[in-house]
């Protein structure tokens, strides 16, 4: 009789958990492998500086270690890499081509400025990330930043609308970083 109860107790629970999670087994997945930076405005400023670029973190509790979510959870936003890669290769490549000389952890210029990004918050209305500059081994430069766009209206919620919108996004997050002069100086400021 106990076992038979513990039993019970057990696809109750069990029902609970599948109730909670296969909702957001059957949204939509938009793929965030396509991405290449375009960046409005003049990065001409960064040319010739050199920035050793360290691993990113996700601290985001509304991610998971692949992806990020519609506020809903019916939308899935991944690449084949972890969401911190996604968004490292990102800021790599938009600062390459800005001009930076980005050294890595496999061959890392410890006479650089150390950069990284700390994810806070990711939706696909909002990121919320913390950069952070060390040089020397001391934090020189620790700010929030911030992007939001609307909701989007459920006819607009189609693959191909998504992964751009998503890709609009993590473009707006290094323009607005790149373009603070707080940032810009911590950078390039010996």
Same mark, same amino acid.
């Given at each position: 009789m106990g076992t038979f109860k513990n039993m019970k107790s057990g696809i109750g629970v069990l029902s609970i958990v599948l109730l909670v999670l296969i909702p957001g087994c059957f949204g939509t997945n938009v793929s965030l492998s396509n991405y290449q930076p375009r960046l409005a405005g003049d990065y001409s400023f960064f040319k010739g500086q050199r920035v050793y670029l360290m691993?990113?973190?996700?601290?985001?509790?509304?991610?998971?270690?692949?992806?990020?979510?519609?506020?809903? #959870?019916?939308?899935?936003?991944?690449?084949?890499?972890?969401?911190?890669?996604?968004?490292?290769?990102?800021?790599?490549d938009a600062l390459v081509n800005s001009g930076v000389m980005v050294s890595t952890m496999d061959n890392p210029d410890l006479t650089a400025p150390a950069m990284w990004i700390t994810l806070l918050s990711m939706t696909d209305e909002?990121?919320?990330?913390?950069?952070t500059i060390q040089k020397k081994g001391i934090t020189t430069f620790a700010e929030p930043y911030k992007i939001?766009?609307?909701?989007?209206?459920?006819?607009?919620?189609?693959?191909?609308?998504?992964?751009?919108?998503?890709? #609009?996004?993590?473009?707006?997050?290094?323009?607005?970083?790149l373009k603070d002069p707080k940032f810009q100086k911590a950078l390039t400021e010996k």
């Open positions: 691993n990113f973190e996700n601290q985001a509790n509304d991610t998971n270690i692949w992806g990020y979510y519609s506020p809903d #959870r019916q939308v899935i936003y991944s690449s084949k890499n972890t969401l911190h890669n996604y968004f490292w290769y990102a800021f790599r909002k990121y919320q990330v913390r950069v939001e766009e609307p909701p989007l209206k459920e006819k607009e919620r189609n693959v191909s609308i998504l992964e751009q919108r998503a890709y #609009r996004m993590t473009n707006r997050l290094i323009e607005v970083i």
